[in-house]
């Protein structure tokens, strides 16, 4: 007999953040329509290792073996927290003074707050302002705003559900996502080695089984293996760092902070200034130059333009040569010890790893160090057995095979319906495939059903890259080089390989395009440009820019850039509905399982999908057929996904359904596959890199060709202390008013904008530092002497703040940060108190720079940029209170912060209008209990 | 039967998942007769401790969760009136949030701090072990089952009694005997680096002779990086003696090893 302590139900969810890569599977169980707990899927509830061929890595007389579970991170744990958040969106939202048939107050944007309308009103505006866009102005007119991350959902992700309707309705100008975490590898390392798609070391098969065995030594270069993975793998990365410690593998982390990382991993840490790891780099070529310490064999046989590379690291070519002296003052690493690394390096077989950001790859001029990396393991041996680039994340991405072996003898392949990032038709020659989402053939036999759903839809004619947005909407034009598509969109021939497109990147691109609208409207899926992006505060300036006339956002919180949208459609979250996923990133083993809605959704949300059914259905009939692939429904969808995904081969969907998850059996074969770039090691001839000759370009043979006075990107890699696109070093006229470095890691509690209001996160001090005043400020790390210099105390409330805006903060003071820096990590919801100028949420990117990685790259720079910080005095405190008290005031929620509360004309509206649903808040936002209503002018004295 | 836990803090990556999982499983839950619901925030029956130590760029942080101890001698059930408190069959220590309504004495009565006053409730509350989970199926309470690292253990003591040989309490001194065991707690520790200032090189294999108070001696030698550690040090006075062939040795007294002294970058003059 069920009692409350037996689970009603048990569903599997993804608590993946990365969109629709999925991700691990954990287990949720609901009683009564609610989501009791979250925990970790274990694989010895429905499968014996017999199923499964568990991998084992051997080396050095110890084993590492998968556990019997699913690693799952705080992220996905603490979801409830995040499905009953009071910064839900529960229903249809409307700007107060925004009429779409009378005044519409652009300037108000951020400002303004919102009326709750219905669904039926709120999907008649949409297609009444599509239509009108269309009929005015032409297709074109409509950003569409839509790409990628978000949860793991899978079959109609959080982000793209709106492409697909605009296309059906002619059209849209296309908001193209900038390689926002492999900008320097994109932009510059491609040139050195190639490697499709971003730039990052591929083919990396069985890279780990062979850093195990054969790695002395691991450079953790701004790479953090407990944070960056949490939103996107598992803790997986965590076990195989203790694992290598434990067979005496050396690990050395190079960052200006003591990531949580090399916190607990690391033997040493050498910390070093913000982006200024190019110089270091510089001088380790320097020693290995002088001293021969490289493998000059290798590098006679595959190696392009060596010499010129030494000539500038020599200082024939500028008269600086790069030594450690002149590196130890650009980067603040003592000469001895930069001396010291680059022999033990030379010593020491050496792989080195990154997790997506860190110090340098998102920073001014990203491609410099991101060049210098590559050529450096070229000077030892790349490909040789235990020299390599890894990442701890990322696992599946782009490639064949995996670095970690727990690959599935098969790929399952469920199929997605949006494609949200495409290519321009005729931008790019047609044997570079980069549709993504298309069936297969396989895939059309066996589930014809999908067919309709699949249809070919008209590609957009105008994109924009996303860094880029801002400037197009305020300036009305913009032009550029290269981002033709997002490049891991491109599909790999049988082989696994994919078409070198470094070429491409030297092609002019304009917007708008002859004969095509600029942007009069914008659609969002993907509400976080102000959080995530470059210049937050100038995307503020375009959401408010009187030549956009409608802003729709689509989102299931209420949280930055849906503040400047004037219509708010709410969304279920992955929790609430059905869907098939994908695991092909957790690293235990690779899955497929169907999620079932574990709680009805809240409110009147409805899931991404039927968000633009809603719109479809105002817009005629002949629109819901064509979006819904004739009328299939959200159990179709996941019915005829698993007849495509390949799964059904091995399991009936009864069985399937029964268990809610095929876990995929383990290629038994797959430690035998060359490891990393083994094979141009031995044989560079035959196994060529893309790149021009085949060989690591130390002078890029296309650089060179297309862009050789290029200052910024030159074609041998650089120092750049300063030119026409960034002056953001300490040497700089500008560090007289912004005198510290600020650098901005991915967040170790948030993934990038996602998760800013799980409480229980809130309550740890390095997600956020409840001051004085109660509210709960994002952690700003400075270090005691930094601190001490401008009289800033442990939790004192701070201003971030340079030419671009301000930023209020907490000081976290810490000996885990190198002086002379402050360190906030990107993502923290933004709390407008003065639009454009002051947050309050701590959202750090609102003040990056606007400029592109480099003038030709055209990437963003969102870490290591100058700022000054102060303790906020009291006049300030009070002068902002006042003269801004709507803002300031604004009802927030004690555990959560930012909450639908606070924007609402009457915060009693927020009811909760669905039955079976028990918010962890009460209606007004308030905290379930005994507490008072968190009004910050009633803010209790809590330490 | 008697459960115990085991935490070994040399693997423990301070992701929080067992402070977390707590929270999602009691707060706002309610397993009555085992536990009435936890607040959404404020109550920690299981807390991550953070111990950051040292100055830059020789900093180490060691995390230690920490929960109800489930003392074999407790406190609490001491404190307890009308049986307020009891011990399980399996060891665990756990407060009837009938029985104990008004009682606050109970969470006074805790040396460890881990019960906690529900003014709402009117109830003293705190970790069960997650005992309405072990009673209907469950091996292990939510936070070990999160634990990635599997640094957190829970079952029969027989069985942990590999990983129990050299595990500890925390505060031994309050004679509670606790039920919670870990392993690998850090000791102090002392480190440096040592470089010649005229040739800008760091000293490879000087040296380094640590001396404490009551007499012991350690050597080691600076490794390639010119760096030397002295770990698990008890808290003490030392004093340091840097040698290197062709050097003027130099010597460190009074270092308080409590601090987890930094000697930084020692240059040492040609003799």
């Known amino acids: ?943 | 039967m008697s459960k115990v836990f085991v935490i070994d803090v040399a693997r423990c990556s301070g992701c929080h998942n067992c402070q977390l999982s707590c929270k999602d499983e009691h707060c706002e839950n309610d397993w009555r007769p085992y536990a009435a619901p936890q607040p959404p925030t404020g109550q920690f029956w299981c807390r991550v401790t953070d111990h950051p130590r040292g100055t830059i760029p020789k900093v180490k942080i060691h995390y230690i969760p920490v929960l109800c101890n489930h003392c074999a001698d407790a406190p609490c059930l001491r404190a307890a009136e009308n049986g307020a408190v009891y011990r399980r069959a399996d060891g665990l220590v756990v407060i009837d949030p009938e029985k104990a309504a008004g009682q606050k004495q109970l969470a006074e009565a805790c040396p460890y701090g881990a019960i906690f006053w529900n003014e709402e409730l009117n109830l003293p509350q705190k970790c069960t072990g997650c005992a309405h989970l072990l009673d209907h199926g469950a091996k292990v309470p939510r936070c070990v089952e999160a634990c990635p690292t599997d640094a957190m253990r829970f079952g029969e003591e027989a069985e942990l009694a590999d990983l129990l040989r050299d595990a500890v309490v925390l505060h031994r001194e309050y004679g509670t005997s606790p039920r919670v065991y870990y392993r690998n707690i850090p000791g102090c520790f002392l480190g440096g680096l040592v470089y010649d200032p005229v040739e800008e090189e760091v000293i490879i294999g000087a040296t380094v002779t640590l001396t404490l108070a009551d007499g012991t001696r350690q050597i080691t030698q600076t490794d390639a990086f010119g760096d030397f550690w002295f770990r698990d040090l008890p808290e003490t006075t030392a004093a340091v003696t840097i040698e290197a062939e062709g050097f003027a040795p130099k010597t460190f007294f009074d270092l308080q090893t409590a601090g987890c002294p930094n000697l930084g970058d020692v240059p040492l003059e040609r003799a």
């Open chain 1, 1 to 943: 007999m069920a009692d409350k302590f037996t689970p009603e139900e048990q569903n599997i969810v993804s608590f993946s953040l990365m969109g629709p890569e999925s991700g691990g599977p954990c287990l949720v169980d609901s009683n009564r329509g609610r989501i009791t707990r979250i925990r970790p899927y274990f694989y010895d509830k429905e499968y014996t290792d017999e199923h499964c061929h568990p991998w084992t890595i051997e080396a050095r007389g110890q084993t590492f073996v998968p556990p019997d579970r699913v690693t799952i991170t705080p992220l996905g744990l603490g979801y409830k927290s995040r499905v009953y958040s009071p910064n839900r969106v529960k229903y249809p939202l409307k700007r107060v003074d925004w009429d779409p048939k009378g005044e519409r107050n652009p300037q108000n944007r951020g400002k303004s707050k919102y009326v709750r309308i219905s669904w039926d009103e709120a999907a008649q505006i949409c297609a009444d302002e599509l239509r009108r866009m269309r009929d005015t102005y032409g297709p074109e007119a409509v950003l569409c705003e839509s790409d990628m991350h978000g949860e793991g959902k899978r079959v109609a992700p959080s982000h793209g559900c709106p492409n697909r309707l605009l296309a059906l309705m002619g059209g849209y100008t296309l908001q193209m996502r900038n390689m926002d975490s492999w900008e320097g590898w994109y932009w510059g390392a491609k040139h050195v080695w190639g490697m499709e798609p971003v730039g990052e070391m591929a083919p990396n098969a069985n890279l780990y089984p062979d850093i195990a065995k054969h790695s002395d030594m691991l450079l953790f270069w701004g790479c953090d293996p407990e944070t960056t993975p949490l939103g996107v793998v598992s803790h997986m990365p965590s076990r195989l760092c203790y694992w290598f410690t434990d067979l005496g593998i050396e690990s050395v982390y190079i960052c200006p902070d003591l990531n949580y990382g090399a916190a607990v991993h690391a033997d040493k840490w050498i910390p070093i200034l913000p982006n200024t790891d190019a110089a270091l780099q510089l001088a380790i070529a320097y020693i290995w130059i002088t001293e021969e310490r490289y493998d000059k064999d290798y590098i006679a046989t595959h190696a392009h333009g060596f010499d010129r590379f030494v000539d500038y690291v020599l200082g024939k070519e500028d008269g600086v040569p790069k030594t450690p002296k002149w590196a130890s003052e650009k980067c603040g690493v003592k000469p001895w010890t930069i001396k010291a690394l680059a022999r033990h390096w030379a010593d020491k077989t050496t792989s080195i790893l990154h997790g997506n950001g860190g110090c340098y790859i998102r920073g001014p001029y990203a491609t410099e160090p991101a060049r210098l990396e590559v050529m450096l393991l070229g000077m030892q041996g790349l490909g040789r057995p235990g020299v390599h680039q890894g990442k701890m994340i990322e696992w599946n991405m782009w490639v064949r095979d995996f670095p970690v072996p727990y690959q599935g003898d098969f790929a399952p392949k469920v199929p997605q319906i949006c494609d949200c990032l495409r290519a321009v038709d005729g931008d790019l020659p047609d044997d570079i495939d980069m549709r993504r989402y298309d069936l297969n053939d396989y895939q059309k036999e066996k589930a014809p059903e999908l067919i309709e759903l699949f249809q070919k839809l008209p590609a957009p004619k105008q994109f924009i890259p996303r860094c880029m947005v801002h400037r197009a909407i305020v300036e009305g034009e913009a032009e550029w080089y290269g981002l033709h598509c997002f490049s891991s969109s491109q599909q790999p021939d049988k082989n696994g390989n994919r078409k070198p497109t470094n070429i491409y990147q030297f092609d002019k691109i304009v917007y708008p395009r002859p004969g095509l609208s600029r942007v009069h409207m914008i659609w969002t899926d993907s509400p976080c440009n102000v959080t995530c992006w470059n210049n937050g505060n100038l995307f503020t300036e375009a959401y408010r820019d009187p030549s956009i006339e409608t802003v729709i956002a689509q989102h299931p919180w209420l949280e930055n850039d849906c503040y400047f949208a004037d219509l708010i459609l709410p969304v279920a979250t992955k929790h609430e509905m059905s869907d098939l996923c994908n695991d092909l990133s957790s690293g235990v083993y690779q899955s497929v399982y169907m999620t079932g809605p574990c709680c009805p959704p809240v409110g009147e949300s409805l899931t991404d999908f039927d968000v633009c059914v809603k719109v479809a259905e105002k817009l005629g009939p002949e629109y819901v057929r064509a979006y819904t692939g004739n009328g299939l429904t959200e159990a179709d969808r996941v019915r005829f996904f698993y007849a495509a995904s390949g799964c059904e081969d091995f399991m009936t969907w009864e069985e399937f359904r029964k268990r809610k998850i095929y876990v995929v059996p383990c290629k038994p074969n797959a430690q035998e596959l060359p490891a990393g770039l083994f094979e141009f090691y031995t044989d560079p001839d035959n196994h060529p890199l893309s790149t021009p000759t085949g060989k690591l370009e130390y002078c890029s043979t296309d650089i060179e060709k297309y862009m050789p006075d290029d200052p910024e990107r030159p074609p041998v890699p650089h120092w750049i202390e300063k030119s026409e696109s960034h002056d953001e070093r300490l040497s700089s006229e500008r560090a007289r008013k912004y005198p510290l470095l600020c650098m901005s890691n991915h967040g170790r509690w948030r993934m990038h904008a996602q998760c800013d209001d799980i409480i229980w996160n809130r309550e740890v001090e390095t997600m956020k530092i409840r001051a004085w005043d109660g509210y709960q400020y994002e952690p700003m790390w400075i270090n005691p002497a930094t601190a001490a210099e401008r009289g800033i105390r442990h939790r004192d409330i701070v201003k971030i703040f340079n030419e671009r805006g301000i930023v209020l903060c907490a000081a976290y003071v810490t000996e885990r940060l190198i002086p002379g820096v402050v360190y906030v990590d990107h993502g923290a919801r933004l709390d407008p108190i003065i639009p454009g100028w002051l947050d309050r949420g701590g959202c750090i990117n609102s003040i990056t720079p606007t400029s592109m990685t480099s003038k030709n790259s055209t990437g963003m720079a969102v870490s290591g940029f100058l700022v000054e910080c102060q303790k906020v005095t009291q006049e300030e405190y009070a002068e902002w209170s006042t003269t801004y008290a709507e803002a300031w005031n604004r009802p927030l929620d004690h555990d959560a912060g930012v909450c639908l509360a606070g924007w609402l004309t009457d915060p009693a509206m927020d009811e909760d209008p669905t039955d079976g649903v028990r918010c962890l808040h009460d209606k007004a936002g308030v905290p379930l209990g005994s507490r008072e209503p968190h009004v910050p002018d009633k803010f209790a004295k809590e330490a």
